[in-house]
């Protein structure tokens, strides 16, 4: 099975998923990147860690793109190889 390239997720992404949350609301914001990404309901505020599969299976959409450079910035560096 060929693997698939990663979707790239920025902070302040606002994505819809496929399920509507109980509070009625299909649209989270990205709050969290890392092994597992956060997710806060645009709704009613609700945080929730879904895996990065896991999510990649239930979005629908992006709504708004959020600002690579500030995912830059918080995103850990790999050592220098050497």
């Known amino acids: 099975m060929p693997a698939r390239p990663a979707i ?5 992404d606002v994505v819809r998923l496929r399920r ?6 299909v649209e989270w914001l990205v ?8 997710l806060r309901c645009q709704g009613c505020g609700r945080h929730v860690l879904l895996d990065r599969r896991q999510l990649e299976h239930r979005l629908d959409a992006f709504v708004t793109r959020g600002d690579p450079a500030l995912s830059a910035a918080v995103t850990p560096r790999s050592a220098p190889e050497g």
């Open 31 to 38: 709050d969290r990147l890392g092994a597992d990404i956060g």
């Open 8 to 12: 790239e997720l920025f902070l302040g």
């Open 20 to 25: 509507v949350h109980p509070c009625g609301s």
